[in-house]
């Protein structure tokens, strides 16, 4: 199975809105509401932000939110800060046990 | 709660690893440990799961026959161990806690693996 799809990179100024896609297939993201996101900065480990689409861990603010539409699931970030810049990958239940991540997005707050 | 990883391995190519991964306080006794990977500079790269109480394991197909994990649940620890490595194995392996076996709840560290001749 291929990495889910991810852009490169994404940025916003403080205070604005930026939303992160993350591509899959019918297989995947689009057969299965169980897509979650993390947060890594650099040199730690990653850190859960989104589950099942939408839900969100206690602590986690709710400037972040997760939807999904068809094969595409995505992660908006409302009133960007600075220390929300960091990476993001998504992934993705595919079946059968499986698990797939995406490649991952820098997001940078200008 | 937390999960506590063995230390940074350096081996030759063709060699094998093993990366350790210590569970500490979490309650509920159906729980996965995922292993997942990442190379420097990558993205994340799921591995194989392992369930707490039955010991049953899944593998990624790129994986299977390479890649063993295994659990001792008296000390909640658990082992991945990979063999024929080659230098693209050189990554940050980590455990991650999951109640399902798809969502990554909790991180370890992560421990460096270096493959080098």
């Known amino acids: 199975q291929s990495a889910l799809t991810q852009p490169p990179s994404a940025s916003g100024s403080p205070g604005q809105s930026v939303t992160i896609s993350c591509t899959g297939t019918?297989?995947?993201?689009?057969?299965?509401?169980?897509v979650s996101w993390y947060q890594q900065y650099p040199g730690k480990a990653p850190k859960l932000f989104i589950y099942d689409v939408f839900k969100r861990p206690s602590g986690v603010p709710d400037r972040f939110s997760g939807s999904k539409s068809g094969n595409a699931a995505f992660l908006t970030v409302s009133g960007l800060r600075a220390e929300d810049e960091a990476d993001y990958y998504c992934?993705?239940?595919?079946?059968?046990?499986?698990?797939?991540f995406g490649g991952g997005t820098k997001l940078t707050v200008l | 709660v937390q999960l506590e990883q063995s230390g940074a391995e350096v081996k030759r190519p063709g060699a094998s690893v093993k990366v350790s991964c210590k569970a500490s306080g979490y309650t509920f006794t159906g729980y996965y440990i995922l292993w997942v990977r990442q190379a420097p500079g990558q993205g994340l790269e799921w591995m194989a799961w392992?369930?707490?109480?039955?010991?049953?394991?899944h593998y990624a197909q790129r994986f299977r026959g390479r890649v063993s994990t295994t659990r001792d649940p008296s000390i909640s620890t658990f082992n991945m161990e990979m063999s024929g490595l080659r230098s693209d194995d050189s990554a940050v392996y980590y455990c991650?806690?999951?109640?399902?076996?798809?969502?990554?709840?909790?991180w370890g560290q992560g421990t460096l693996v270096t493959v080098s001749s």
């Open positions: 991650a806690y999951s109640e399902d076996g798809i969502v990554a709840r909790d």
């Open positions: 392992i369930k707490h109480d039955s010991g049953a394991t």
């Open positions: 019918s297989s995947d993201v689009g057969a299965f509401d169980y």
């Open positions: 992934s993705s239940y595919a079946g059968t046990n499986n698990l797939i």
